[in-house]
């Protein structure tokens, strides 16, 4: 059983920052990313990064999001500056290795207040 933990998540004011880990217990991903879903909404990507460091970001985070990754720690962070309310949702990290199929992490709140 792999899990993927997240953690950073939190209530934070509108132009601030904040920091999400996620950490897999098992094995390393050939790509990990950060999704998230709004109530009501459907889950989006945000951002993810390749083993190789290829990274691909939604453009309603570009500029102000930065995806990174550990490989040896099998870890990967996203950095979020300048956050708006319509930022918040629960994020959740994904882990896709080089057979098929995706893990997700239980997902973590951000929360942004204007």
């Known amino acids: 059983q792999v899990e993927l933990v997240e953690s950073g998540g939190g209530l934070v004011q509108a132009g601030g920052s904040l920091r999400l880990s996620c950490a897999s217990s098992?094995?390393?991903?050939?790509?990990m990313g950060w999704h998230r879903q709004a109530p009501g909404q459907q889950r989006e990507l945000v951002a993810d990064?390749?083993?190789?460091?290829?990274?691909n970001y939604s453009d309603s985070v570009k500029g102000r999001f930065t995806i990174s990754r550990d490989n040896p720690k099998k870890s990967v962070y996203l950095q979020m500056n300048g956050l708006k309310p319509e930022d918040t949702a629960v994020y959740y990290c994904?882990?896709?290795?080089?057979?098929?199929?995706?893990?997700w992490g239980q997902g973590t709140q951000v929360t942004v207040s204007s």
């Open positions: 994904r882990g896709t290795p080089p057979w098929s199929g995706d893990y």
């Open positions: 098992r094995f390393g991903f050939s790509i």
């Open positions: 990064i390749t083993r190789g460091g290829v990274i």
